[in-house]
């Protein structure tokens, strides 16, 4: 008899939020994807490729290091650092995408694997102190959730609302 898969509902959100987006972006070209709404803001693609990103170079690390290590030390990630490095800048979006996903079917898939008790098992944040494997899988949620508003403002600004007419007038929009 096969193992039980590890049922969360963090899990449940992390496993749908590909979908989420590909929905969100389903008439988003690659103008509108490229295109900043201010110079202090993100694009659509630079959205794609931070998430891409921080999957790998955060998330999956810090997920390898809670299961394999007794209450290891993360390291922080820092955005606004590779941001200014240009790591989220000039990557084709639909690439980026395609990376993010594949990244994170393939930790769902990791995750639903998993004994119910790992999720207990700890860290230690420099910032934040003591967390647990749920504790991450619940911010990982957050993140994400953050980043599917970042994009429903960016697609409803620079998507739908120029070709809204005088109803333009009604929403005082800053994605």
Not at 100 to 127: F, G, K, S, Y
Request: a negative charge; charged letters at 25%; hydrophobic letters at 40%.
């Amino acid at each position: 008899m096969p193992p039980q898969e590890l049922e969360h509902p963090a899990l449940d959100q992390l496993a749908a939020t590909p979908e989420i987006l590909r929905i969100l972006m389903a008439g988003v070209t690659d103008e509108i994807a490229v295109r900043k709404p201010a110079p202090d803001r993100w694009s659509i693609a630079e959205v794609l490729e931070h998430l891409s990103h921080v999957e790998g170079h955060m998330f999956r690390i810090r997920l390898d290091q809670i299961l394999s290590f007794d209450n290891p030390v993360l390291d922080p990630y820092d955005e606004k650092e590779f941001e200014a490095a240009g790591a989220y800048s000039g990557n084709d979006p639909e690439e980026s995408f395609a990376h993010w996903e594949e990244q994170r079917e393939a930790a769902v898939e990791m995750i639903r694997m998993l004994d119910p008790t790992r999720l207990r098992r700890t860290a230690r944040h420099p910032e934040f102190g003591v967390i647990t494997l749920e504790n991450m899988l619940n911010s990982w949620v957050c993140h994400d959730l953050g980043h599917v508003r970042q994009i429903a403002e960016l697609v409803r600004a620079l998507a739908f609302l120029p070709e809204a007419g005088p109803f333009q007038a009604a929403y005082d929009l800053k994605p």
